[in-house]
């Protein structure tokens, strides 16, 4: 599977371009090769490798004293498939500057940039920052639980991570001051030798599914989301993390660092998925479990909490069934009544685990649903629970017994939702509140395509088109709801 995941620089725009910086990317490759004989001489000066005692968690004084070179001791675990999982040792030889050179360079803290890695952070996100792009600077105030807080660690030990961290911080600088053209050649050169390793990595099989791996390659994929000229980077690195964080399997995500690189991207998965009318294999019960396994209701991470885990556990079951709902809709209207009567079943249990949801947690608080807090513990789940509830009730609607009572209220508690999304992100007036609004930036054209077909919507539901007593939502109106939020039915 990973062979096919090749990472291009999309500042190159033309395919003679983008051959060229494979050709010189491999070239380097090949020189670098030639460069080292396979059996060094035995009295060759080679430099020390230090194994620290406790792999990576040595006291701040034993750490400092390590300035060296390190390799992570841990065992080596092996899937049934043959696939080899172990730690990334080839590409933590190379000395590199210190992390705190690296602060004092660009003025800035990879914490900072946490709350890009949000369950609500998406391409569309991307698209509302590259509007404004020195808007990112109100995330610098939020924090969120992200594998962000590795990367200090990882920075002097792994390459790729290095490599990854110092072309994301250029382009941050890029971000926050376009006029100067200096960090947007240092971005784009960094870039590019980030590219260059990732790819070196991906050549050697035992290195194509380690977590520093995995982490470099979801922090370029942060670069394409701020990159102006990023075309459908994004959206093909997005595909290849997703690739990679399969490809490791449910039960290798064991440690903190590396259940925050899985959660740090459920939410991007998820969202492609719909949007690209894909099955998603987050509804899978090995799946569900590695998120069951990151649940600890420690308020210091509400990102982690019981809450937040539960209705992300809902999210994830949308893409597959939104994928077959299209099939029966657009593509093979004639299937069994039997296939359409258990779409239908499904549709209504996931609006039944919503209701169950919000019985639970949200009612007992007192939160008001029409009106959440920015930065309030239930803000970020009742965010997420507003855009269940959209599909919820649009896919309920779609398909349904022609005597159903409630389809009507169904659309308008509908377009209620889509509503409060919509006014969340008109907010101003406070930093806090801004930084809400951009967050909201993934969820907006789900929103506003929504409202804009509210009308054709409810003309369908009122002309009706039976099939054995049951209503399928006509073709064009369905396509034309997906086709305004960019969603593909094909």
């Not at 890695?117 to 590259?130: A, D, I």
């Not at 479990?289 to 649940?295: D, G, N, P, Y």
């Not at 930065?375 to 896919?395: E, F, H, K, P, W």
């Amino acid at each position: 599977m990973s062979n096919n995941l090749v990472w291009i620089n999309p500042a190159t725009t033309s395919p003679v371009d983008r051959a060229k910086t494979r050709r010189e990317i491999m070239q380097k490759v090949a020189q670098k090769r030639r460069a080292e004989p396979k059996h060094r001489h035995p009295n060759s000066r080679q430099l020390p490798v230090f194994i620290p005692r406790n792999g990576l968690h040595e006291s701040a004084a034993e750490y400092k004293q390590i300035q060296a070179l390190h390799v992570a001791e841990r065992p080596s675990q092996t899937k049934p498939d043959g696939v080899y999982i172990h730690p990334d040792t080839t590409y933590l030889r190379t000395p590199a500057t210190t992390y705190s050179a690296v602060l004092a360079k660009t003025n800035l803290h990879f914490l900072d940039l946490s709350l890009l890695t949000s369950v609500g952070v998406g391409r569309y996100t991307g698209q509302r920052l590259l509007e404004s792009p020195q808007t990112i600077a109100h995330f610098f105030t939020g924090r969120n639980w992200s594998y962000f807080q590795y990367v200090p660690l990882h920075y002097q030990q792994s390459v790729l991570i290095r490599s990854a961290a110092d072309c994301v911080l250029a382009r941050v600088r890029c971000s926050l001051t376009p006029g100067d053209q200096r960090w947007e050649l240092y971005a784009l050169s960094a870039y590019s030798r980030a590219l260059s390793k990732l790819q070196d990595a991906m050549d050697t099989t035992p290195q194509r599914i380690t977590a520093e791996l995995l982490c470099a390659t979801q922090m370029l994929g942060l670069y394409e989301l701020l990159n102006p000229s990023r075309g459908d980077a994004w959206k093909k690195h997005t595909a290849g993390a997703t690739s990679l964080i399969q490809l490791r399997g449910p039960l290798n995500y064991q440690s903190e660092f590396e259940k925050c690189l899985f959660l740090g991207y459920v939410g991007p998965m998820a969202t492609e998925a719909i949007l690209n009318n894909e099955a998603c294999f987050l509804d899978r019960p090995a799946w569900k479990a590695v998120l069951l396994s990151i649940i600890t209701d420690d308020p210091l991470v509400p990102e982690r909490s019981t809450m937040v885990i539960s209705i992300m556990l809902i999210f994830v079951t949308i893409p597959t069934l939104f994928n077959r709902f299209t099939d029966v809709i657009c593509h093979n209207p004639d299937q069994p009544l039997q296939v359409i009567t258990e779409l239908a079943s499904r549709a209504h249990k996931l609006r039944t685990s919503l209701q169950d949801w919000y019985h639970t947690y949200i009612q007992p608080s007192g939160t008001p649903i029409h009106d959440p807090t920015y930065g309030d513990r239930y803000y970020d789940a009742l965010v997420i629970y507003y855009i269940c509830m959209i599909y919820s009730s649009r896919l309920n609607t779609c398909i349904h017994s022609q005597d159903k009572p409630s389809v009507y209220k169904l659309e308008e508690e509908c377009q209620r939702f889509a509503k409060i999304i919509v006014s969340l992100h008109q907010r101003g007036g406070s930093s806090a509140n801004r930084q809400g609004s951009l967050l909201l930036a993934q969820k907006l054209p789900i929103a506003e395509a929504t409202i804009e077909s509210g009308d054709a919507w409810k003309t369908q539901l009122s002309i009706g088109n039976s099939h054995s007593h049951i209503f399928k939502m006509s073709r064009e109106a369905f396509h034309t709801w997906c086709k305004l939020f960019g969603r593909k039915i094909s």
